[in-house]
């Protein structure tokens, strides 16, 4: 990653995006870390950085509790796929513009790459590993199935929450919605008509 | 036989793939791994005067930082050809010296317990630069431009027939102008990533890559690894179009590093990375002239291509590839230059060549419609090759005239405007537009093995990939016939360099190239079968001729008396066998050259010797293709809506129709064949990689500032077969398919909109901005 843009913020402000998002997003947490919060409200350069404190986060995932230890800048998709195995959800940009990461809190589509893990301590997060029921698929992965809604099946994992979450939603009325309101989620192979399909049969089942 | 080829039956790994199961290569959980963050160039060129690493390395988690300085020394790898091993940057390789050729360019790789601790060090390395004037912008470097000696694996790059200047002359009728395209980039989903992991001396690389035995070879060449001690992974692969065809650092950066370190490392580049150091297509200017009688016949057709390359490699955009032969001409003259900028090197892109090339000959061809005041698709049809003009062959099968009638169809050509500007609906402005649509059919030689076990069902090994395309799916379907099995008794495994070698995920060539060794090899192995059964006395069919002898439902049999038979699995069970294999190769290359025999004692020389006796492959091998010339061909055809306002443009409906022999499967046929079309409308009407005009480097490195076809630009899209197979191909009759859809769609989107607005763009993408000015 070329980090040079970032590096002179760090040098101009005293602190990164990534930094005070990390500050932001503990603060809002409400975890106990006061002895790391007053070390990063100090606002040190990068190059005199503490080291990132391990913070113990409670995670609820597809119904179950995982209760990790993590490094404060950890996203929720990256304390998915490095940490916890659940390699559905997937990187595409990790800056919230593709969608692959998209995955269920508390029944809201959110990009995980966007959150912090620590965030998301007393969330509920379905991954698309949590859709199906055992054997059983959800009928949105049966719907991307039969129609075809993918090739590659990158961007898939993110498509399929993404539509759950927007028929849960109910804005979507016509395809024109469905387009305007799926388009967070870019499929680089083009199944674009094989998607619609499949939450159209769904929406209507 | 051929009960399940061509029906639209889901995709075999659809299942995995909706439940988030399908492993990608940094997915594959390693023990221990660490990760790694590469350092990228500030500079355009010069030289690096030190990198500091003092600061980063000291940071908690960090195992190492690899640089020019401390990495090990690598091999020059020799090949050009993707499938066999093809590096894409030959003159610079992954930290070997101390040059910068283009900004964003690997440097170094930090390597941390952690993604968050390598990504913070990696921010931390400090680099010093000897900065050099870089050479930056296309247009005006165009007068330094230098005449290729070849293109991709030898093709020509200056073609000429007849006399195009002289016959240029007599034209009654010319058009003559200069279209750009800019740089795209293929913007896969699954950005490259590597994990290497080293046992001993024994390498194994999980990588995002459309060839694992180039990528395997070329490990071991410039590794100094034997062969037999590298292996390659590549099961899911999400997405490639040309980026993961040639290899770039990133599996170098990872062995080397997991070697250093002595730990399996994963480095996964970021989506900014991945436009400056994994290939992207070039920027092009085409001049093509056009001369016609008044009827419209063509005379003379030139096409000069200006491209750009690195400094590093020469790849050439054959953007007039196709020009010799889409049309009959008596007079053609097609040149290609390049020109040298300090940009990462570029790489085949969906249809590389035509892809842009087919935008600016069929705009052009639009063109000299109007002024020979003809309608566009009649031209097309005065001017349709019978023949193969430039190699003096016929085509193989071709449909096109059907295929344009279908279409004009479908899209109710009879609405298009007859003159440009004129027609509204609503308060949109209407424009129709159309192109021929146009790929090579390529195959080369590939193997497989068959495996039939004694539960009942069989498995395929074929060392090529599914990068989306459907191929464990239509290989599954292909092998199921062939053994006379249900779906769901065949595994086809795919993307491991262990697995007898298969074609590279490129040029449009899998199915041709590996369906019918796949077949050959489960022939062979049912094959093996029958001649346990005729011998054994206890089996129904003893003593029965061979040729009397077919399968189907699992059992083998008399094609007269079904009922006198049995099943597969009881021949085996009789001898206690617990399986029968056969292995089979098929050496049919649409390429100028054969590939050479296999080296003596290797496993692949083995798999030659044993197709000698597959009758399978035998008659695939044995028939003459030297008269053909093997291409597809499509019409596509566009309606556009163009707000008169804001000039914004919403393509309303696009059909095409393809002509590329048998459909294998119906659903995913024609999935990819959307899947081309969308790339084509991304490229007329959004897609623009742009560079800093001053210092060189990249300014739209990530999804919003280069945009990409999403939902809300796509209208339903209409794609139709002529499913005529091409029995000269290959005994399957299928030509390839993942690169047609996205040819001439580009010119028939920016024919459409001249047709709405009466505004000719030449340069793309055709954004809002050109047409209200």
Same mark, same amino acid.
């Given at each position: 990653?070329?980090?040079?843009?970032?590096?002179?913020?760090? @040098?101009? =402000? &005293?602190?990164?995006?990534?930094?005070?998002? !990390? *500050?932001? #997003?503990?603060?809002?947490?409400?975890?106990?870390?006061?002895?790391?919060?007053?070390?990063?409200?100090?606002?040190?350069?990068?190059?005199?950085?503490?080291?990132?404190?391990?913070?113990?986060?409670?995670?609820?995932?597809?119904?179950?509790?995982?209760?990790?230890?993590?490094?404060?800048?950890?996203?929720?998709?990256?304390?998915?796929?490095?940490?916890? @195995?659940? =390699? &559905?959800?997937?990187?595409?940009?990790?800056? !919230? *513009?593709? #969608?692959?990461?998209?995955?269920?809190?508390?029944?809201?589509?959110?990009?995980?790459?966007?959150?912090?893990?620590?965030?998301?301590?007393?969330?509920?997060?379905?991954?698309?590993?949590?859709?199906?029921?055992?054997?059983?698929?959800?009928?949105?992965?049966?719907?991307?199935?039969?129609?075809?809604?993918?090739?590659?099946?990158?961007?898939?994992?993110? @498509?399929?929450?993404?539509?759950?979450?927007?028929?849960?939603? !109910?804005?979507?009325?016509?395809?024109?919605?469905?387009?305007?309101?799926?388009?967070?989620?870019?499929?680089?192979?083009?199944?674009?008509?094989?998607?619609?399909?499949?939450?159209?049969?769904?929406?209507?089942? | 036989?051929?009960?399940?080829?061509?029906?639209?039956?889901?995709?075999?790994?659809?299942?995995?793939?909706?439940?988030?199961?399908?492993?990608?290569?940094?997915?594959?959980?390693?023990?221990?791994?660490?990760?790694?963050?590469?350092?990228?160039?500030?500079?355009?060129?010069?030289?690096?005067?030190?990198?500091?690493?003092?600061?980063?390395?000291?940071?908690?988690?960090?195992?190492?930082?690899?640089?020019?300085?401390?990495?090990?020394?690598?091999?020059?790898?020799?090949?050009?050809?993707?499938?066999?091993?093809?590096?894409?940057?030959?003159?610079?390789?992954?930290?070997?010296?101390?040059?910068?050729?283009?900004?964003?360019?690997?440097?170094?790789?930090?390597?941390?317990?952690?993604?968050?601790?390598?990504?913070?060090?990696?921010?931390?390395?400090?680099?010093?630069?000897?900065?050099?004037?870089?050479?930056?912008?296309?247009?005006?470097?165009?007068?330094?431009?230098?005449?290729?000696?070849?293109?991709?694996?030898?093709?020509?790059?200056?073609?000429?027939?007849?006399?195009?200047?002289?016959?240029?002359?007599?034209?009654?009728?010319?058009?003559?102008?200069?279209?750009?395209?800019?740089?795209?980039?293929?913007?896969?989903?699954?950005?490259?990533?590597?994990?290497?992991?080293?046992?001993?001396?024994?390498?194994?690389?999980?990588?995002?890559?459309?060839?694992?035995?180039?990528?395997?070879?070329?490990?071991?060449?410039?590794?100094?690894?034997?062969?037999?001690?590298?292996?390659?992974?590549?099961?899911?692969?999400?997405?490639?179009?040309?980026?993961?065809?040639?290899?770039?650092?990133?599996?170098?950066?990872?062995?080397?590093?997991?070697?250093?370190?002595?730990?399996?490392?994963?480095?996964?580049?970021?989506?900014?990375?991945?436009?400056?150091?994994?290939?992207?297509?070039?920027?092009?200017?085409?001049?093509?002239?056009?001369?016609?009688?008044?009827?419209?016949?063509?005379?003379?057709?030139?096409?000069?291509?200006?491209?750009?390359?690195?400094?590093?490699?020469?790849?050439?955009?054959?953007?007039?590839?196709?020009?010799?032969?889409?049309?009959?001409?008596?007079?053609?003259?097609?040149?290609?230059?390049?020109?040298?900028?300090?940009?990462?090197?570029?790489?085949?892109?969906?249809?590389?060549?035509?892809?842009?090339?087919?935008?600016?000959?069929?705009?052009?061809?639009?063109?000299?419609?109007?002024?020979?005041?003809?309608?566009?698709?009649?031209?097309?049809?005065?001017?349709?090759?019978?023949?193969?003009?430039?190699?003096?062959?016929?085509?193989?099968?071709?449909?096109?005239?059907?295929?344009?009638?279908?279409?004009?169809?479908?899209?109710?050509?009879?609405?298009?405007?007859?003159?440009?500007?004129?027609?509204?609906?609503?308060?949109?402005?209407?424009?129709?537009?159309?192109?021929?649509?146009?790929?090579?059919?390529?195959?080369?030689?590939?193997?497989?093995?068959?495996?039939?076990?004694?539960?009942?069902?069989?498995?395929?090994?074929?060392?090529?990939?599914?990068?989306?395309?459907?191929?464990?799916?239509?290989?599954?379907?292909?092998?199921?016939?062939?053994?006379?099995?249900?779906?769901?008794?065949?595994?086809?495994?795919?993307?491991?360099?262990?697995?007898?070698?298969?074609?590279?995920?490129?040029?449009?060539?899998?199915?041709?190239?590996?369906?019918?060794?796949?077949?050959?090899?489960?022939?062979?192995?049912?094959?093996?079968?029958?001649?346990?059964?005729?011998?054994?006395?206890?089996?129904?069919?003893?003593?029965?001729?061979?040729?009397?002898?077919?399968?189907?439902?699992?059992?083998?049999?008399?094609?007269?008396?079904?009922?006198?038979?049995?099943?597969?699995?009881?021949?085996?069970?009789?001898?206690?066998?617990?399986?029968?294999?056969?292995?089979?190769?098929?050496?049919?290359?649409?390429?100028?050259?054969?590939?050479?025999?296999?080296?003596?004692?290797?496993?692949?020389?083995?798999?030659?010797?044993?197709?000698?006796?597959?009758?399978?492959?035998?008659?695939?091998?044995?028939?003459?293709?030297?008269?053909?010339?093997?291409?597809?061909?499509?019409?596509?055809?566009?309606?556009?809506?163009?707000?008169?306002?804001?000039?914004?443009?919403?393509?309303?409906?696009?059909?095409?129709?393809?002509?590329?022999?048998?459909?294998?499967?119906?659903?995913?046929?024609?999935?990819?064949?959307?899947?081309?079309?969308?790339?084509?409308?991304?490229?007329?009407?959004?897609?623009?990689?742009?560079?800093?005009?001053?210092?060189?480097?990249?300014?739209?490195?990530?999804?919003?500032?280069?945009?990409?076809?999403?939902?809300?630009?796509?209208?339903?899209?209409?794609?139709?077969?002529?499913?005529?197979?091409?029995?000269?191909?290959?005994?399957?009759?299928?030509?390839?398919?993942?690169?047609?859809?996205?040819?001439?769609?580009?010119?028939?989107?920016?024919?459409?909109?001249?047709?709405?607005?009466?505004?000719?763009?030449?340069?793309?993408?055709?954004?809002?901005?050109?047409?209200?000015?």
């Amino acid at each position: 990653m070329d980090n040079s843009q970032e590096d002179q913020e760090a @040098q101009k =402000t &005293g602190t990164t995006r990534r930094q005070f998002l !990390g *500050q932001v #997003g503990l603060a809002s947490a409400g975890l106990q870390l006061v002895p790391l919060l007053s070390k990063a409200g100090s606002m040190l350069p990068d190059n005199e950085a503490a080291p990132a404190e391990p913070v113990t986060v409670s995670l609820m995932v597809n119904g179950s509790r995982k209760t990790l230890t993590l490094d404060t800048r950890v996203t929720l998709l990256d304390a998915l796929r490095e940490k916890l @195995q659940m =390699t &559905g959800s997937k990187k595409g940009c990790d800056h !919230g *513009q593709c #969608g692959a990461c998209t995955v269920l809190a508390d029944g809201r589509r959110i990009n995980s790459c966007l959150h912090l893990a620590v965030m998301c301590e007393g969330t509920e997060v379905t991954t698309i590993e949590g859709l199906a029921k055992g054997e059983e698929l959800h009928p949105m992965q049966a719907a991307f199935l039969k129609h075809d809604g993918f090739q590659c099946g990158y961007c898939t994992p993110g @498509q399929i929450c993404s539509a759950v979450g927007l028929v849960r939603e !109910g804005h979507a009325h016509t395809d024109e919605e469905i387009r305007e309101q799926m388009s967070g989620n870019i499929c680089r192979c083009g199944a674009y008509n094989n998607i619609l399909d499949a939450i159209k049969e769904v929406q209507t089942a | 036989m051929n009960e399940l080829t061509g029906k639209p039956i889901d995709r075999v790994d659809g299942r995995l793939k909706v439940t988030g199961g399908a492993t990608y290569a940094a997915e594959f959980p390693v023990k221990n791994v660490a990760y790694g963050v590469t350092v990228t160039s500030t500079i355009t060129k010069g030289r690096i005067k030190n990198i500091d690493t003092g600061a980063a390395g000291k940071m908690p988690g960090v195992l190492g930082i690899m640089t020019s300085e401390n990495c090990m020394q690598l091999h020059f790898p020799a090949g050009s050809d993707p499938g066999a091993g093809k590096y894409a940057e030959k003159d610079l390789l992954p930290l070997q010296n101390d040059r910068v050729f283009y900004g964003g360019q690997h440097i170094a790789v930090v390597v941390a317990e952690t993604f968050e601790q390598a990504e913070h060090a990696a921010a931390m390395v400090k680099v010093e630069y000897a900065e050099q004037t870089p050479v930056v912008g296309f247009e005006k470097n165009a007068l330094t431009a230098y005449k290729p000696a070849s293109g991709l694996g030898g093709a020509e790059t200056q073609v000429k027939r007849g006399d195009a200047d002289a016959a240029m002359q007599t034209a009654a009728v010319k058009t003559d102008a200069t279209y750009t395209t800019p740089v795209f980039s293929h913007n896969a989903m699954e950005p490259h990533a590597s994990l290497a992991v080293w046992e001993g001396d024994q390498l194994t690389v999980y990588d995002a890559t459309q060839s694992v035995m180039g990528v395997k070879a070329l490990l071991s060449a410039m590794l100094g690894v034997p062969a037999e001690k590298v292996r390659v992974i590549a099961h899911y692969i999400g997405g490639g179009f040309g980026s993961k065809g040639f290899t770039w650092a990133n599996p170098f950066l990872a062995a080397m590093a997991a070697r250093q370190f002595n730990r399996p490392v994963k480095i996964a580049l970021a989506r900014q990375q991945v436009y400056s150091t994994a290939g992207r297509r070039t920027q092009t200017s085409q001049k093509i002239a056009l001369g016609a009688d008044r009827s419209g016949k063509l005379l003379a057709v030139k096409h000069a291509t200006i491209s750009e390359t690195s400094f590093v490699d020469e790849f050439v955009e054959t953007a007039g590839v196709a020009t010799p032969m889409l049309y009959s001409s008596p007079n053609v003259d097609v040149s290609h230059e390049l020109v040298r900028l300090n940009r990462g090197t570029p790489c085949p892109m969906r249809a590389p060549g035509e892809s842009v090339g087919t935008y600016s000959l069929e705009v052009a061809m639009d063109e000299l419609a109007e002024k020979l005041n003809i309608d566009p698709l009649q031209l097309r049809l005065i001017n349709h090759a019978d023949t193969e003009e430039q190699k003096k062959k016929q085509f193989s099968e071709k449909s096109l005239k059907e295929c344009y009638e279908r279409g004009a169809k479908a899209i109710g050509w009879s609405n298009c405007p007859a003159k440009p500007g004129l027609t509204k609906e609503g308060r949109y402005l209407v424009g129709y537009g159309m192109a021929t649509a146009t790929y090579p059919a390529n195959r080369s030689a590939s193997s497989a093995k068959a495996t039939l076990f004694a539960d009942g069902h069989a498995e395929i090994l074929c060392g090529t990939q599914d990068i989306g395309t459907g191929t464990y799916t239509i290989a599954t379907q292909i092998a199921a016939d062939a053994f006379g099995l249900p779906v769901d008794k065949v595994t086809v495994k795919l993307g491991d360099s262990m697995y007898p070698k298969g074609a590279q995920s490129g040029g449009s060539q899998v199915t041709a190239s590996v369906g019918p060794p796949i077949r050959a090899a489960a022939l062979g192995a049912v094959d093996k079968l029958i001649t346990i059964a005729i011998a054994d006395p206890g089996s129904p069919l003893h003593n029965q001729k061979r040729e009397d002898i077919i399968t189907g439902n699992g059992r083998i049999f008399l094609k007269d008396d079904a009922n006198k038979g049995e099943p597969l699995v009881a021949v085996l069970s009789r001898k206690g066998l617990d399986k029968i294999e056969a292995d089979a190769k098929t050496n049919v290359s649409t390429r100028p050259s054969l590939p050479a025999p296999a080296p003596a004692g290797s496993p692949e020389a083995k798999t030659e010797e044993e197709s000698k006796t597959n009758m399978a492959v035998q008659e695939d091998e044995n028939t003459d293709r030297s008269a053909y010339a093997f291409h597809s061909f499509g019409a596509q055809f566009v309606k556009v809506l163009v707000d008169p306002d804001l000039g914004t443009i919403k393509v309303d409906k696009i059909v095409g129709v393809m002509d590329i022999g048998k459909v294998m499967n119906l659903k995913t046929a024609v999935n990819q064949i959307k899947g081309g079309m969308i790339f084509g409308l991304g490229m007329a009407l959004m897609e623009n990689l742009q560079y800093d005009p001053n210092n060189g480097r990249i300014v739209t490195r990530d999804l919003v500032q280069y945009l990409v076809p999403v939902h809300a630009d796509i209208p339903e899209i209409e794609v139709q077969f002529i499913d005529r197979p091409d029995l000269y191909i290959s005994p399957l009759g299928a030509r390839g398919i993942g690169e047609i859809g996205v040819t001439g769609m580009a010119a028939a989107i920016a024919n459409a909109v001249y047709n709405a607005t009466g505004k000719r763009i030449r340069d793309l993408p055709i954004t809002p901005d050109k047409l209200i000015v």
